[in-house]
């Protein structure tokens, strides 16, 4: 994927599209050492109306995904949101928020553009308006995926 896009819908799909990405820069704020550039990249379907995935990539070879809920990712824009293993709040003073995965001593603190995020959410709602995602939640794939009957 380029740095921002909305990938096209299926044919005969009234949708502006079915999933979008966008490449971003994080950075690993690693105290005395300094912040470690991390490339990532945010994705959205319309399949997962409410879940924005995260992935970084952490060596050549390798890519940690994180799942979080989009409402997080745009309410940590204002002010600290999230529960458990992901936090995300603005960070003082300047135009970025503050991305914590993990807890503990474990934590990883990541740095991104405020700006690049709000990109990325603006091309989430032209998958599945903000307030809408119920409408496309699938829930009888869900429990049959739950079964496993499916």
């Known amino acids: 994927m380029t740095s921002s896009q909305a990938l096209p819908p299926p044919t005969g799909r009234r949708a502006a599209a079915a999933a979008c990405g966008a490449d971003i820069q994080l950075h690993l704020m690693a105290g ?7 490339p990532a990249q945010l994705t959205y379907t319309q399949a997962d109306p409410y879940a924005v995935r995260l992935h970084c990539l952490t060596s050549p070879t390798t890519t940690v995904t994180w799942v979080l809920a989009r409402e997080t990712l745009r309410s940590g824009l204002r002010q600290a949101s999230g529960l458990g293993d992901v936090l995300i709040r603005p960070a003082p003073g300047s135009g970025s928020v503050h991305i914590t995965l993990g807890s503990g001593a474990e934590a990883a603190v990541l740095r991104a553009d405020a ?8 091309l989430t709602e032209r998958v599945v308006p903000h307030g809408a995602e119920s409408l496309h939640l699938d829930v009888d794939t869900l ?3 739950l079964r496993g009957t499916r």
Do not use: K, M, T, Y
């Open 143 to 145: 429990i049959d995926q």
């Open 32 to 38: 005395h050492i300094g912040d470690i550039p991390v």
């Open 115 to 122: 700006a690049e995020i709000r990109r990325f959410l603006r």
